[in-house]
């Protein structure tokens, strides 16, 4: 009883969207239709007077104006339902949304720092970067790594690529740590700024800045801990989460802002949990127009967020990559969100170590610790070019990806970043058989409605004339993160694994050969509805 307790708070603590969003109490961000001009300076004041007149003069409206655009401002003091309802029909008002909070997306861990190994250079940690480099070593945990498993980024360096300081990555965050010794050498806290305590630098109170931005760029070949992507790149701090991790819409949309204006090329986002709001969307937009990539952790729910959207990595814009965390074996992370067109690459995320406060390191593990990895990616990928597009920074991440089994399904690309694949051009054979070959095979798996708690339910799949099989879902509905399906091939490697609930048919990645299994595996609390599948598809 007490861990199924525990499980109920940490549900309520990891993942407030799935009860309620949370926002800051009686607080608006408020967009104008446009900039005041010399006539209408107080357009703010005065709509903040004429919202206090309809409310009542119990309510005392504030006005706060945002440091970074003359057309937005907060409003507080105030009923928010009521007030929204009086600003959407004020002639003055394009918007009004509450001021939701956001928070960092990955888990602290202690490390051993115990690995030994052949690092290709003389950081001293290196050999504990398994996402770098992975020869087979074992990760923070014990768990033994696939060779290979790694963004390949040891030949570029090799070549002499190592980035270019003329390359500006934002990374909106906690701050950073510009003192540390395996950064400071790349760090800008001159031109970095605090939206939590408005002042300049950026400095890190946290930790998860620091250690998203040691990723991106700590310095390599040193003699000094661990290497960033980039032994060479300009990362300038954009602080609005605090030190316990959180942040406002207000101070989210005007380090976007900042960050545009200070000519960014990159910003790195592992951050979330808000919904859609449009002053979002526009802030991000506007970077986009200045030609920046925004690159963006995917979330930690174990959620399908072609189903369930997860935002910021959710918005429908083309300069959005959207990134999902693998482990040192190439499989999709038990905690990460996924989306077979919504999250465009995976990348390294579990027990990741690098640089935290304090000119120390830990180990960290989300979808923050993968979305550094391909803001680094991307910032040498433009130390070569100059010329690239963000369109093309895109695609180059998406095509050149290594093919992985298992990642298949779950994001656009079909699998794991590869830098050097990346920097030449290489775009490796795809050899998912063709959508035209598949034909539907009668078949019943259905687990009783609701399920049982603490139970595994299997069904074998027999099919030995095929060359290949997939399970075509009519309807999932699992405790999401807890409560998980598994496909299997006939030597029991897991294929793809599936949690939550999806409102449309789903369709698993592919078994080579006829023989598998299908499983679900139950926890001891909250059972739902389970799953139904009436066919498979088949290549004979």
């Known amino acids: 009883m007490k861990s199924a307790l525990i499980k109920i708070l940490l549900l309520c603590a990891l993942v ?4 309620a969003y949370q926002s800051v109490p009686g607080e608006l961000v408020v967009k104008l239709n446009s900039a005041p001009n010399s006539k209408t300076l107080n357009t703010f004041e005065a709509v903040a007077s004429n919202l206090q007149k309809q409310l009542g003069q119990r309510s005392v409206i504030k006005v706060r104006h945002f440091m970074t655009s003359e057309t937005f401002a907060v409003l507080s003091g105030m009923n928010l339902k009521n007030a929204q309802a009086i600003l959407s029909n004020d002639p003055r008002v394009a918007y009004a949304e509450p001021n939701y909070l956001f928070h960092v997306i990955a888990n602290r861990e202690t490390s051993k720092d115990s690995v030994n190994g052949h690092p290709p250079n003389n950081d ?3 050999a504990q970067l398994w996402g770098m480099k992975n020869f087979g ?5 014990g768990q033994i790594g696939k060779a290979g ?36 050498g790349n760090a800008d806290a001159v031109n970095g700024w605090d939206f939590v305590n408005k002042v300049a630098g950026g400095m890190d109170d946290h930790d998860h800045g620091t250690h998203c931005a040691g990723t991106i760029g700590a310095l ?6 661990v290497a960033g992507v980039n032994w060479n790149v300009t990362i300038i701090p954009v602080k609005f989460l605090d030190s316990q991790g959180s942040g406002s819409l207000e101070n989210a949309v005007q380090a976007i802002q900042y960050a545009t204006k200070q000519g960014v090329k990159i910003m790195s986002n592992s951050w979330g949990g808000g919904p859609f709001t449009q002053a979002l969307y526009d802030a991000i937009k506007e970077a986009r127009d200045h030609g920046i990539l925004f690159v963006a952790a995917a979330g930690n729910d174990s959620n399908d967020n072609d189903q369930s959207p997860s935002y910021p990595a959710s918005y429908d814009l083309d300069n959005v990559v959207a990134v999902a965390a693998t ?10 969100n996924y989306g077979h067109t919504k999250v465009h690459v995976a990348a390294p995320g579990v027990k990741i170590l690098s640089t935290i406060k304090g000119g120390d ?4 593990s989300g979808t923050s610790m993968a979305t550094p990895h391909v803001s680094g990616i991307s910032a040498l990928l433009w130390s070569t070019n100059p010329s690239y597009t963000y369109a ?44 035209s070959s598949w034909k539907d095979l009668a078949y019943t798996a259905e687990t009783p409605h609701p399920y049982v708690e603490s139970k595994t339910y299997r069904y074998d799949i027999l099919v030995p004339t095929a060359k290949y099989v997939r399970v075509v879902f009519d309807s999932i509905d699992t405790e999401a993160g807890y409560d998980k399906i598994s496909i299997k091939d006939g030597n029991g490697e897991e294929i793809e694994n599936l949690s939550g609930t999806y409102t449309t048919p789903y369709t698993t990645d592919y078994i080579v050969g006829g023989i598998g299994s299908i499983t679900l595996t139950t926890d001891a609390t909250m059972n739902k509805n389970g799953f139904k599948v009436q066919k498979l598809q088949v290549i004979y």
């Not at 407030?16 to 009860?19: E, G, H, I």
């Not at 030949?155 to 540390?180: C, F, L, Q, S």
């Not at 390599?220 to 801990?225: A, D």
């Not at 050149?400 to 830098?419: C, Y």
Request: glycine share 8%; net charge negative.
């Open 124 to 126: 001293e940690k290196m």
């Open 327 to 336: 482990d040192n074996r190439d499989q999709l992370a038990s905690f990460s």
């Open 137 to 141: 070593q074992a990760d923070d945990g």
């Open 220 to 225: 390599g070949n040193n003699g000094v801990g």
């Open 16 to 19: 407030p969207s799935a009860l």
């Open 361 to 364: 390191y830990a180990v960290m």
């Open 392 to 435: 093309q920074i895109k695609d180059i991440l998406i095509n050149t990806s290594d093919k992985v089994r298992g990642l298949n399904k779950k994001v656009l690309a079909h699998g794991r970043v590869n830098v050097y694949n990346a920097i030449h051009g290489i775009v490796p054979v795809d050899p998912t058989p063709p959508e």
């Open 149 to 184: 498993s790694d963004i390949n980024v040891v030949p570029v360096w090799n070549e002499g690529i190592t980035g270019n300081r003329n390359v500006k990555v934002a990374v909106i965050d906690t701050g950073i740590d510009y003192t540390h010794p395996d950064l400071k």
